[in-house]
């Protein structure tokens, strides 16, 4: 089975540009959570989809947002980049949403390095 | 307060030497979960093990052990005769609930370090 998979790879915008991320989740998976990872801040939640609605939301400005498709692969965009987003962007999948009853283990990608100039 | 602290930030070691990356964990909850990750340096979040709290029992998967403590708050891992691909970022984290929803929360990782 094919694991979770995210495009691309790597990405440089400047400030005040648009981005947006891909990721395929395993197949068979419903859930999509999206995390970004910085050196000062280590792993952070961003929002979670299920069923092609988000289920669950960390502590990050408007300017994150993202959605789900029926085949549920999933997109972040970040709109008016600044430099402070400059991170690595992990999304994860599992078979059910955390937001039925935790627990579920979630499996990664490889992530997507975002640098803003 | 941190719910998940991984006081090592970096560990090195030199190969064939066991190794124990501590981890300790804060929740009011009665039902939770643990997981253990490892990020190479590719990046890519590689999942353990997941233990829930209701079982106790200590964990061996080949070199990777897993030592789970209720009374002491932490759930330790340890590899034996360690090899440099075990060089890693290895992550702790809980899954508890934030009213009806439940999210991840992680320890700042411990860098592990092999040498040869």
């Known amino acids: 089975k094919a694991g979770v998979t995210q495009t691309p790879r790597y990405l440089i915008k400047t400030r005040g540009q648009q981005v947006t991320l891909s990721c395929s989740p395993i197949?068979?998976?419903?859930?999509v959570s999206w995390y970004q990872q910085t050196p000062g801040q280590g792993l952070q939640f961003l929002f979670e989809y299920f069923s092609e609605t988000q289920r669950n939301k960390g502590n990050f400005p408007g300017r994150f947002s993202g959605r789900q498709f029926s085949n549920s692969r999933s997109e972040m965009n970040v709109s008016t980049l600044e430099l402070g987003d400059s991170a690595l962007y992990l999304c994860?999948?599992?078979?059910?949403?955390?937001?039925?009853?935790?627990?579920?283990?979630?499996?990664f990608g490889p992530g997507t390095r975002l640098l803003v100039l | 307060a941190q719910k998940v602290t991984q006081a090592q930030t970096e560990i090195s070691v030199v190969e064939k030497e066991d190794v124990t990356l501590d981890c300790v964990y804060e929740t009011r909850d009665t039902t939770y979960y643990l997981f253990w990750y490892k990020q190479p340096p590719s990046g890519e979040l590689v999942f353990l093990i997941r233990r829930n709290s209701f079982d106790e029992q200590n964990e061996i998967s080949g070199r990777y052990s897993w030592n789970f403590q209720k009374s002491t708050s932490s759930f330790n891992f340890t590899i034996t005769a360690s090899q440099v691909v075990d060089s890693a970022v290895y992550f702790c984290?809980?899954?508890?609930?934030?009213?009806?929803?439940?999210?991840?929360?992680w320890g700042a990782g411990t860098k592990l370090i092999i040498k040869p």
């Open positions: 984290a809980l899954s508890e609930a934030k009213g009806s929803n439940y999210q991840l929360i």
């Open positions: 197949s068979g998976h419903r859930s």
């Open positions: 994860a999948s599992s078979l059910v949403s955390n937001y039925q009853g935790g627990g579920e283990t979630q499996y």
